[in-house]
């Protein structure tokens, strides 16, 4: 007898930060785990899910995941946005999560099995100071990383986005009801940055992979001299360098240097991203699997992507929960044009809720063989710690105007 689908639930919970899970419960007893986490917004995406979109699926049946993912977005008249595509991507990993389960296999094996051995990864590395930041990259190439983002901070300006003035890592939303003010300036950054991934460069040799990324807060002619700039230091992407509506703008930054451009953790569909890629504006797919619809939808983009030789780099802050973590590995290691998965890492409080099969050695990551996505998620554990209001800095620049994220 074909399985239905019995029961969705919608579980916000803050260990650390907050994430939102979905679980699914077929006729046969199975259970499957989405996410659906978006920084910030969470609640609206549990709404859109527990009021207009868990009634829907009650009753379909699990194994139908395209045609689900198919009434969910084309079924809708309002498509697309980072809200509703977070609750389609949720679900979508939900429902591959039963299917693995059904058939007893992990996901990657249901998308055509491993094209590689393991994904590149690389983490985040910050330090206020260059001597600051040269001990933070001691400290992740010991750890084995093969690929190292460099943030640091600037000086004149008191704090910079994702960049810890102490030692340790640090959380993109603070919690609080209101969003923390960053002061900003581009001149500055600009002035500034140029050394440090110098001395970045110098302190790690030519073979560990570099990348940076500018949150989208450059005008495209700064970017086009950000990326000048920083061309004799061979990153391997420099990310997010202007904000994702002016897509026109990489045309420009195309025009002046040949660094390598990422860029879409904000975009959500494949007509996001459609124009850049069959213009060649960009050299890496940046969205996260999750919030470009799922599985189901993600690997078309890139499949797009493959075509014009553009890799993909699925997005991987603390904010995507471990579900989605181990989607975009089961993805990576299915799909020939990765170029490399990030890999921010959890607090130790997440894992107490999320209990995932994927490991990280020598700085690859794997998923795992264990049926589905192969993280399981503790509803007890998730009840300890209830949601909390949590929210990114907003920036202006020193003369108090609102500046772009
Ligand atoms: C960052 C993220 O990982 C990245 O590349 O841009 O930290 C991003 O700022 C957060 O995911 C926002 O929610
Ligand atoms: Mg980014």
């Avoid at 992407?237 to 040949?258: F, M, Y």
């Amino acid at each position: 007898m074909t399985s239905r689908i019995e029961k969705v639930d919608v579980i916000v919970c803050s260990p650390s930060r907050n994430f939102v899970t979905i679980k699914v419960t077929t006729s046969d007893g199975l259970v499957g785990w989405g996410d659906a986490t978006l920084n910030g917004r969470e609640l609206a995406v549990a709404s859109y899910l527990q009021d207009h979109v868990a009634p829907l699926l009650i009753g379909l049946d699990p194994d139908r995941i395209e045609d689900i993912w198919q009434f969910l977005y084309r079924g809708v008249y309002w498509r697309r946005g980072p809200v509703t595509m977070a609750a389609i991507g949720g679900v979508d990993l939900a429902l591959w999560d039963v299917k693995g389960k059904s058939v007893n296999r992990p996901v990657y094996q249901l998308l055509g099995g491993a094209v590689r051995e393991k994904i590149l990864t690389y983490t985040h590395t910050v330090g206020w100071d260059i001597p600051a930041l040269k001990d933070a990259l001691d400290v992740n190439l010991a750890r084995g990383f093969k690929a190292l983002r460099v943030q640091s901070g600037v000086p004149g300006l008191d704090s910079v986005y994702g960049v810890t003035q102490g030692v340790g890592g640090y959380e993109p939303a603070t919690r609080g009801a209101y969003p923390k003010l960053e002061m900003w300036d581009s001149g500055k950054y600009l002035r500034h940055v140029p050394k440090v991934i110098e001395a970045a460069r110098e302190h790690v040799g030519p073979d560990i992979e570099l990348l940076h990324d500018a949150h989208h807060r450059l005008t495209p002619i700064q970017a086009a001299q950000l990326g000048k700039s920083l061309e004799p230091f061979g990153l391997f992407w420099l990310e997010d360098v202007t904000p994702g509506e002016n897509q026109e703008a990489l045309k420009l930054i195309r025009e002046h240097s040949t660094i390598p451009l990422a860029i879409g953790e904000v975009f959500n569909t494949i007509w996001d991203f459609k124009d850049l890629i069959i213009n060649q504006q960009l050299d890496y797919v940046r969205c996260s699997v999750m919030h470009a619809g799922g599985i189901s939808h993600a690997r078309r983009i890139f499949d797009l992507a493959a075509l014009y030789g553009i890799k993909f780099g699925p997005h991987g802050p603390s904010d995507i929960s471990p579900i989605t973590m181990s989607a975009s590995l089961h993805v990576d290691l299915s799909t020939p044009n990765l170029g490399i998965q990030e890999f921010m890492g959890y607090d130790p409080l997440v894992s107490e809720v999320f209990h995932s099969s994927y490991t990280l050695k020598d700085g690859y990551l794997h998923p795992g063989d264990n049926p589905g996505l192969g993280v399981e998620f503790d509803e007890k554990a998730a009840a300890k710690f209830p949601y909390a209001p949590a929210y990114l800095p907003y920036a202006r620049s020193l003369d108090g105007t609102v500046t772009d994220w």
